[in-house]
Every structure is written in C-alpha cells, then in structure tokens.
C-alpha cells in the first residue's frame, strides 16, 4: 500500500473521517508512517491532524513549516488550535501566531494563558449569543445570515447588554416556537455557568450529572466567553477514566505510543515503590531469621497472609478511590459509615479464609498450631486492609494528595509487613 | 432536617435538579433515607428515581404500587423506563404494563426483549423523522404543530417512504437554512447507523471517535425504530470505564452501595482466586524448604523476585487491555511490535533492577553468589512479566474471553512462581 502509488493512497483516505485518518497513522510502523505523511501530508486535514495521540501529533507537526501549521491552525476550532500550539517550541509558536489575523490571534494567545486541564482549554470561543430583546424571527434571520458561527450548536445562550448570559434555549425548543414569540419567554434560566478556571473534571461532573450537551463558560466578571461542548467533554472523561486505571498501577497515559526506553523510565518510579516495600517487608522477615531456620515450613506459608492482605486491600482502595471520583463519598456524610462497612466486610471475609486456611495449613503440615497461627495472622492482616483501605485514600484526598496514584502502594507496604511479622511474629510466640 | 416538618422538607428539595435530589437520597442513611421517601414520595420526579443508583432504585420501587409505578414510568423516555421496569419482579411489570395505553405498552414490551447492554436498551422510540420530500419550511411547521417529540432533540433524520433513513441535518444547519431548501439538499449522507442489536460498547466507540450527538438506531430490515443521545452514552462511558477499573480487583460495580455482607460475598471470588494462586506459589516453595533450612538468608530475599515481576506484569497488562479497550491494538496490525518493544522495556528495567538488588543482597548479607542469584532471577521474572503481560491479555481477547477480569490474577500466579522458582532453584544450584 504504502510502496510509492501518491494518488492511489489519496483516494483511499479521502472518504475516510479524520480520526478513522488519524487511527490508520497511529497503527502503522515509524517507517511506513514517515513515508505515508511525506505523501499525504497536503491533503491531511486539519481534524485528522489535531485527532492524533498526543506524542505522534508533537512528530508530525515537528515535520511542518510554520505556513503549513497557520493554515491548520485557521481550519480548526480554538480549543484543538490551542492544543496543538501549546505544543510546538516558542519560536515556532510565535511564528505561527504571527501569520494569523488579528482577532483569531488575540483568541488563542488568551487560549495559552488558560492552565492545563481547565475550562478556558476545553470551550471553543466560537459561540451563538442572542441578545434579550430578539424573538424567535430575528434570531433565526441572524442565524441564516451571520458569518461567523461555530459548525454545530446546539443551545442558543441569551445574554444581555453586558454580554452575561441570563438563560439559554435548546435549539430544538427555539425551532419549534412561533416567530413572534420572545425568547426570554421560553430560555431556561437555570443556567450551569462554568467559571473559566474550573478543573476539567469539575466540568465532566456537570455534564454527566445534568445530562448537558453544551454549557456556557463565563469570564471573572460573568461574561460569556465561550461554549464547552459535550464532544470535548466525552473525551475528558475517557481521559479521566483511563488516567485513573493507568495512576494505580504507576503507568502514564501516553505509555502505549512511547517509545520502549522512555517507557520504561516511565515506569521504573512505581518499581522503584515496588522495590524499597518489598526491602522493608525482607527487613521484618530478617528478623525473624532465626525461626524460620528452625521451621522452614514458615517460609512456605508465609507468603500467604501478605498476599490475602495485600489483596483484599486493593479491593477496598479501589472502591474508594472511584467512590471519590464520583462523588460518592462526601467529606462530611457517609465516611464513618464506609469504614465500618469496610472492618465488617473484612472481618467476615477473614474468618472464612482463616478457618479454610487454617485448616489447609494444619493438616499439609500436620500441625494443628500453625493452622492456629495462620488463621489468626489472616484474621488481623484482612481487617487492616479493610480499615486502611478506606482511610488512607480518604486522608490522601483530604490533605490535598491524588488517592489514585499512592494509595496502593503504601497500603501494600502495610499489609506486606504487617502480614509477615503478625504470622512470623505469632508463629515465634507459639511455637518455640 | 428529616425529623418531621413535611412542607419544609418539600420546599427544599423543590428547586434542586433531579440527579441532585438522587444523590441527595444515596447520602442519607438508611433509616433516614426510609423517612425522607416516605415523606417526599409524592412529590419526587420520575427523573429523580430512574437517577438512582440501582441498588437504591430496587429499594425505593418496591416500596411503591404499581398505579404509583405506572404513572412514573409513562413520565419517563422509553429507555429510562424500560431500566426501571426491568428490575420488578415479573407480577408487578405485567401489573404496570397492563396499565399502560397500548402505543406505550408495545414500545416498551419490545424494549425489554433486548438484550441487556445492546442498543436496543440505550435508545429511546421518541424520535424526529422527517420525510424526504419536506423542505425546510414544511419541517419547521410541523415541528411546531407535533405533539409527540422528544424534549430535546438535536439532529433531524431524513427517511424515504420505508421508514429507512437516508441521511441526517444538524439542527444548527436546518436552523441556517432557509425555508424553500430541500432538506435532502443539505443533508449529511453518510450516516452513523446503529443496529438494534449493537453493544453498548460499540455504541459509545461510534460517539467517541466521530464526536457524535445523537445516532439512528435500525432494526434487522434497516427501518428507524429509535435515537440515541449523548447523554445516555456519557453514562455508558462513565460505566465501561468503572467496570475496567472494578473488574481488574474482582470488585463488581454494585459494590459501593451493597450492604456488607453482599459486599463481602462478591469479593470472595477474587480472593479465592488470590488463594488458589499463593498456595500453588507455597507449593513451589515447599520444594525447595530443605535449601532455605541451610540458608534462611532466602527466606528473606524470596519476596522480592516474585514482587517486582508482578508488578511490571500488571503494568503491562493494564496498558494492553486498555489500548485493546480503545482499538489502539488490533489482532491484524501491531501485535508483534507490542511484545517485542515490552520485551526490550522489560530487559532494560530488569538488568537495572538486577544490578540495584544484586548489590543490595550481596552486601546486606556479605555473600557475593547470593546477589548474582537475585539478579539473576529478577531478570529471568521481568522479561517474562514483559512476555506474558502482553500475550496473556492479547490470547483472552482472541478466544472471548474478557482479558480485564481474569488476567491480572492470571499473570500474578505465574510471576510468583516463576519469581520463587528462579530464585531458590538458582541458588539450589550455585550455593550448595
């Protein structure tokens, strides 16, 4: 396919969607992806380009000249204009900035201004505003007849003469009232404002938990100076979900297209907690050196409670890490009750598997004591899972640390040491 | 504030959107949460209970009678109501239906005998069809005159004389247009069509990837039968997105809002599987107890191989069921590119991590053999780690199976006992 035949490869992608372009790029090997952008790079769209994963996008517009860039740059709405700009280096930036009009410049360098992750990032500052003195006939006559309007709308945001926004009409609403009828007679006047520093996630959240399909975003003063549309949002949201997965076991989102070396730099921090928890867990076992040298039967079993805990814990962490996210959890409602729901769910999952284990332990060794003492570590390695499962991701979020990425991790440094020295420990006690 | 004082209760609860009295009523506790439907039951919404978690959405509709059930269900779209009737038992739903004007009662009765998750669920049969023939004028006034349109509607679909759609316009655009245009004129033709039977899955992949608002559902003769809109996908989202994540532990999505002992049951499979995996890791240490009797040294360092390969094993299995999650891997393209390039991140973490431990082990306990066991070991663990985190997932998705769910667990089994294997059967052989 990609072997040299230009106007083949053209048609073959030309009745294709941008993001179905973009899929192909990011499936093909690095060769064949260079050659396939030399070809097609003019007749790329605009869409297809900001569609790319972010460490391919940053190569193929590292591939452009600054003109190419400005054209790309016009064709698309202001919040993917200034995803790709905030990428390039400064002089590339500024070069293209200054091959733009005036008011389009004006928009994305005020874009650049806004943080990461924020709703000045996300709105599109193409927008359809309706002052509150039109009726439905001169609304749909400004509609037919102005220029620059955004390619898809969906809520007509009505604002008065200070440009704040004072309700707004579902298009679906707006074209189906008569002519003459006013539109401050049928807008909604609960509108969900979204400041222009809210976090994305606070944004996701009002979408989802109101079903919205475009919300106004207001300037410090309460003006209208964008509109955040549920597309963008939707991908916030998959961002989210997968930034969450991803944080819990120490991998970062852009693991998958990275190449192997920065890969695995990527991820040596989490080995590295991996590392420094197993070393304090081998530090407890030292310990008790001496015991098991007596009963190497210990160190068969030893393994055991460490994993029931670590295991159980990670459950519960994971139920109240996504209960945050949620909402679901609420710093002053329901806390005491999750904790101890989470001690009872532990203590009756723990004296179940004590007496299986207890019992499997006892007789494979012929040892009625040591399936006493497994059953016992068991029983008090599970309900601390159960207990700092849900306390250490409610003390992360509370002093102002992300439960989703370090919670884990130390909560299975606990349940490792706290498994090994509570069976070791009991196991010194009793039966030497 | 539950503690009696009916209208107070009532006018507080009056202005808030129904999503937020839903959450409002997952806060309180269950006793308090009795009174308050007690009190409130006439005057919540339908909306409110199909926001419900769907724990709590059992409790709250089986309280009810079916007359009371009847009428929230008719308030309802059809996708919302279907949910809700889907979870009475079967006495109760035939009672509602029975209730029910004819139209209604079809619509719905077809609605419950999709399968659950499939598209059929998703859509709602209140749509907007529009004949070929129309202009946009003929659209607009009948629009105007209809009495049977959804609330919110946000793309018209264009049907020929078979009730088979040929095309859609963005209200945006037929707002734009003026009214002798023929909507066939300015329609999009290339439609995103949905069959009834689709997974709800690949449902929320066509709103992602194509940015989409709402989409045509078909049945098997290609015939409109419903919409789908964004909103409900956002919520499909939200939900794929927790499944990933739940499942990975063995936590089912109805974990939070269970009640212990449900709780603790639905855990229980994951940790026997955790079970099952230590005492086939015990086994393989069982082997080697004569060994680790000479030299309880091993006792201490033998977590740390098994350890640091289950964790870079689950890293790479996390990115593998993502990016197969996200259609960022397909069986025909990349395979092999993916295990080759986690083999190499695998070595190269692995002999860095082997020389760190080595020398950690050889100087802790002044024995030079022992390190260059442990970093033996560790390589020979995390190269496989790389291996198996890829294939495992990659194989359950070719044969069916749900790689999230079984192969974390899966994976650590064979770290383990790799992980032990290695370690004390090197140092079987060089150290005595």
């Known amino acids: 396919l990609a072997a040299g035949d230009i106007p083949v490869v053209e048609s073959l992608i030309e009745p294709l969607h941008p993001a179905d372009v973009a899929d192909l790029i990011e499936h093909l090997e690095p060769e064949q992806r260079k050659l396939f952008l030399d070809i097609t790079r003019h007749a790329l769209e605009a869409e297809t380009i900001s569609h790319l994963d972010e460490a391919l996008r940053e190569e193929v517009v590292d591939q452009m000249a600054p003109a ?67 009726n439905v006939g001169e609304t749909v006559d400004y509609l037919r007849n102005a220029e620059d309007l955004p390619d898809d709308f969906y809520d007509l945001y009505i604002v008065d003469a200070d440009k ?22 049928v807008m909604d006047e609960e509108l969900r404002l979204v400041p222009v520093d809210t976090d994305q996630e606070a944004v996701a959240y009002l979408f989802r938990q109101y079903g919205l399909v475009s919300a106004p975003v207001v300037d410090g003063d309460g003006r209208l100076i964008g509109v955040i549309t549920v597309d963008d949002v939707v991908r916030v949201i998959d961002e989210e979900a997968e930034e969450d997965l991803l944080n819990i076991v120490g991998v970062s989102d852009t693991d998958f297209h990275a190449p192997a070396y920065k890969t695995a730099f990527l991820r040596v921090r989490w080995l590295v907690v991996t590392l420094v928890n197993t070393l304090i867990a081998s530090f407890v076992i030292s310990r008790f050196e001496g015991t098991i040298g007596h009963y190497p039967a210990l160190a068969v079993l030893m393994p055991i409670t460490a994993a029931m805990g670590g295991n159980a814990g990670v459950q519960v962490i994971t139920v109240t890490v996504r209960a945050l996210a949620t909402r679901d959890i ?90 090994f020295f509570a069976f070791l420990g009991l196991a010194t006690l009793f039966l030497t």
């Not at 390039?88 to 874009?111: H, K, M, N």
């Not at 704040?164 to 007679?185: C, E, F, H, N, Q």
């Not at 598997?353 to 006493?372: D, P, R, S, T």
Request: glycine share 10%.
């Open 164 to 185: 704040k926004p004072v309700g707004s009409v579902p298009l679906s609403r707006a074209m189906r009232s008569k002519r003459d009828i006013k539109l401050t007679d």
């Open 68 to 134: 190419e860039l400005a054209e790309v740059v016009t064709e698309l709405d202001t919040d993917d204009a200034v995803d790709l700009l905030e990428d390039l280096d400064a002089d590339t930036q500024q070069q293209v900035l200054d091959s733009l009009p005036a008011e389009d410049r004006a928009y994305l360098e005020q874009g650049l201004t806004f943080p990461e992750d924020s709703a000045g990032r996300l709105m599109q500052r193409e927008l359809v505003a309706i002052s509150d003195q039109w």
């Open 330 to 419: 609420t710093p002053n409602s329901n806390v005491m009750r999750l904790i101890s729901k989470e001690l009872a769910v532990g203590l009756m999952n723990a004296v179940v598997f004590a007496i299986i284990l207890g019992a499997v332990g006892g007789y494979w060794f012929g040892h009625i004591g040591l399936g006493f003492v497994l059953g016992g570590a068991m029983i008090f390695n599970m309900v601390w899972a159960g207990f700092a499962g849900t306390v250490i991701p409610l003390v992360m979020d509370r002093i102002g640390l992300d439960p989703a990425t370090g919670a884990g991790p130390f909560l299975t440094t606990t349940t490792d040491c706290l498994g």
